[in-house]
């Protein structure tokens, strides 16, 4: 039965309770700006992206040095299976990072 009795009207929102929250939120962002907080979209992704060149260069170099030393422990051919498996990490890890640097932006 309640739930057809009159009630009371919602109130309106107020103006400035908007112009408050928008002054507000500009506030926070120049505040963020200031102390340095704010952080920039395009330059995290660029960071991103060239730590995972960087991870691309070491993971072959160091991949190939380590397989090729330990085959070439392994086989006693040293060190020819070492500088081969090295250059071809290297070779790997440079394909690699043209394809990366190829690629679209998003």
């Known amino acids: 039965m ?3 009795e009159p009630g009371l009207d919602p109130l ?3 103006p400035r309770i908007t ?3 928008a002054r507000l939120n500009q506030a926070k962002k120049d505040e963020a700006i200031r102390t340095g907080q704010a952080r920039d979209e395009a330059g995290d992704k660029n960071y991103r992206l060239g ?3 960087l991870a691309e260069l070491v993971g072959g ?3 190939g040095a380590v397989i090729g030393g330990t ?3 392994l086989l006693g051919t040293s ?3 070492l500088l081969v498996l090295l250059s071809l990490g290297i070779v790997s890890a440079f394909r690699n990072i043209i ?3 190829n690629r679209r932006p998003d």
Request: cysteine-free; hydrophobic content about 40%; charged content about 30%.
């Open 2 to 4: 309640a739930e057809n």
């Open 12 to 14: 309106p929102e107020d």
């Open 19 to 21: 112009s408050l929250d």
């Open 51 to 53: 730590n995972r060149v």
């Open 61 to 63: 170099m160091v991949g």
């Open 71 to 73: 085959l070439d422990y």
């Open 79 to 81: 060190p020819w299976l």
């Open 99 to 101: 394809r990366i640097s």
